[in-house]
């Protein structure tokens, strides 16, 4: 076990299933985003046995130090990878980024300053507050999401829980508990786990696959299933909403209150 000041002030967790022509860049572009910002970081990359050689890449960054990379058996869920890579971080507060390069880097110190300047529990990547939003997405993509997020407002105040970009302080898992492996991870952390302090920070999203949306007919029931479920464990245990900010990205000291 490194000594805390041998620690990453962030471990950033990169899912991955055939993201080979991206994988290098995202890596370069979170490096560089984090050392001009003197935010020490590390990655975990988490690959789901992708067939276009995804994983070789990843071990090739991994031998110049500050990545490690999890082999997987094949195609097993965004959200269990997710987990996978928070129980392998030594870091005090651990973070979520796709790897297809929709979710800019340049915003992880952003999020970071945000985390400790408020004293948060988590901060949300958010395309629904402020200037944030979406490019490139057909209108379809966009009312499934938007109907999402209204559909988990009742559980949670963030306004982009859908948000798969993220950051949260390890020891707010210590008793978090899903049996969700669905790709909604952020909206089973936002309820389950012990998170009293929230902030939006505004980003916008853009579409490196033109419109195509991930959200298929198959993934619309298992995330009405997760959702039913969240709602049933949240009546039973009396969930508290945690306190909610939004954030303005180019001024994170500008702050309002939901």
């Known amino acids: 076990m490194p000594t805390d000041q041998l620690r990453p002030d962030v471990t950033m967790i990169v899912p991955t299933y055939n993201e080979r022509e991206h994988l290098g860049d995202l890596l370069e572009r ?3 985003a984090c050392d001009r910002d003197g935010l020490t970081v590390n990655v975990i990359v988490v690959d789901d046995n992708s067939l276009d050689g995804t ?25 269990s990878a997710v987990l996978e890579g928070f129980a392998l971080a030594d870091s005090s507060v651990v973070g979520v980024i796709d790897a297809d390069l929709s979710h800019p880097p340049d915003l992880i110190p952003v999020l970071h300053r945000t985390l400790e300047r408020h004293n ?23 009312v499934l999401s938007k109907l999402g997020c209204w559909l988990s407002r009742p559980l949670t105040p963030v306004r982009d829980a859908m948000s798969g970009f993220f950051l949260v302080r390890r020891d707010r898992m210590a008793s978090f508990r899903t049996v969700s492996t669905g790709f909604k991870i952020g909206l089973e952390i936002l309820v ?6 929230v902030a939006e920070v505004d980003y916008v999203f853009v579409d490196r696959e033109a419109g195509r949306s991930k959200m298929s007919l198959a993934e619309c ?11 049933r464990w949240s009546r039973a245990t009396s969930a508290v ?18």
Do not use: E, N
């Open 30 to 32: 979170i490096f560089s």
């Open 55 to 79: 994983g070789s890449v990843a071990d090739d960054w991994a031998r110049g130090g500050r990545v490690q990379v999890i082999h997987r058996s094949g195609k097993l869920g965004l959200g």
């Open 120 to 142: 948060l529990d988590m901060v949300v990547a958010s395309r629904y507050i402020g200037d944030g939003g979406t490019a490139d997405w057909s209108t379809r993509r966009v």
């Open 192 to 197: 389950r786990a012990s998170v009293r302090r």
């Open 221 to 231: 029931l298992r995330f009405l299933k997760q959702l039913m479920r969240l709602y």
């Open 241 to 258: 909403r945690p306190s909610h900010l939004f954030v303005s990205a180019p001024q994170p000291q500008s702050v309002q209150r939901a």
